[in-house]
């Protein structure tokens, strides 16, 4: 049977998309080609080792009208999940594509506030659902300890699950250890962890030694522009980026997580799965709206990258 993957997401949100000819103070945005998303990291990845062909499980905090009409949206999208109830309403971001500057302007709420009965039914939630791997992404919510994802990662260890982690700052922190397989900062999150701004030169060494320190067994950080590297047991490895025409970036990091863990769930080795991640994140920035890479545009760029 395929592995099915658990995604785990706390913070969710309805992704509300639009572009505008010109973004202006005080003035009315009028927008157009307004499109939802269901989104937050984990319901990203859900939904992209779907459109590869995976199997998984989107575990989501949720609440209110907006947890409802998300709930609507990964049905409609045929994400499976399961869904804890929450007393606050989940959270809608809000992006708008300025066509006059090519710029986007992203609008994020921090997130409803949870109860500790809301978040430790998150937990038991993780406990009990069926699964081969276990991927925590996202922001935490007020209200949730910073050693949230630290107790993920324990779980996912007592059920002998290979455990992810895509967050950033304390709570990414708290999580680092044995027991954690990957993690995936962009490179500002990356400088955070680190405790300063990196020089380029020395981004492979720094990411090395969190793997040689035992920190976690593979790290993979994405530098936008710059493509992305992975640090593992076998040494660094860094591709550049692939030129593709840019649409839109939100969710790319998320699509380049999905696709490296869906391979690697299947046997494939560190930079074979990490190549498929450069492909997936890539194809992601081709198509407007949140994390929407296509399989067959992810199995062309693939192709492109070659022999890892």
């Known amino acids: 049977m395929a592995p099915c993957i658990l995604t785990y997401t706390l913070n969710p949100t309805i992704d509300l998309a639009a572009e ?6 005080v003035r009315k945005v009028r927008t157009r080609g307004d499109s939802f998303d269901p989104g937050g990291g984990g319901v990203n990845v859900a939904r992209v080792v779907r459109e590869l062909g995976g199997e998984t499980l989107a575990i989501i905090l949720a609440g209110g009208v907006s947890g409802t009409l998300l709930e609507e949206l990964l049905a409609e999208a045929g994400v499976p999940h399961l869904t804890v109830p929450i007393a606050g309403r ?7 594509h300025d066509l006059k500057a090519g710029q986007e302007y992203r609008f994020v709420p921090e997130g409803p506030t ?3 009965a809301e ?3 998150g937990l038991a939630a993780l406990e009990r659902a069926a699964g081969d791997w276990l991927v925590a992404s996202g922001s935490l919510n007020p209200g949730v300890p910073l050693d949230h994802y630290a107790r993920c990662k324990a779980i996912a260890g007592k059920r002998g699950l290979p455990f992810v982690l895509d967050t950033s700052g304390p709570a990414l922190r708290a999580a680092l250890g044995p027991g954690l397989k ?9 400088d955070t962890l680190v405790g300063r701004k990196l020089a380029d030169h020395e981004l492979a060494e720094a990411a090395q030694g969190f793997v040689t320190q035992g920190a976690t067994e593979l790290l993979a950080v994405t530098l936008g522009g710059e493509g992305a590297l992975l640090a593992s047991a076998a040494g660094v490895l860094r591709l550049p980026p692939i030129a593709v025409p840019a649409v839109g970036a939100v969710g790319a990091g998320d699509s380049f997580l999905a696709a490296m863990v869906l391979h690697l769930a299947e046997g494939a080795a560190p930079r074979d799965a990490f190549a498929w991640g450069m492909a997936a994140g890539a194809a992601a920035v081709m198509r407007p709206g949140t994390a929407h890479p296509k ?7 693939r192709a492109r990258i070659g022999k890892v």
Do not use: C, N, Y
């Open 295 to 301: 399989r067959e545009d992810v199995t062309a760029l």
């Open 182 to 190: 990957l993690i995936k900062p962009s490179q500002g999150e990356f």
């Open 20 to 25: 505008a000819d010109q973004v202006q103070p």
């Open 114 to 116: 949870l109860a500790e």
């Open 90 to 96: 989940t959270r809608i971001s809000h992006t708008v």
């Open 119 to 121: 978040w430790q039914a």
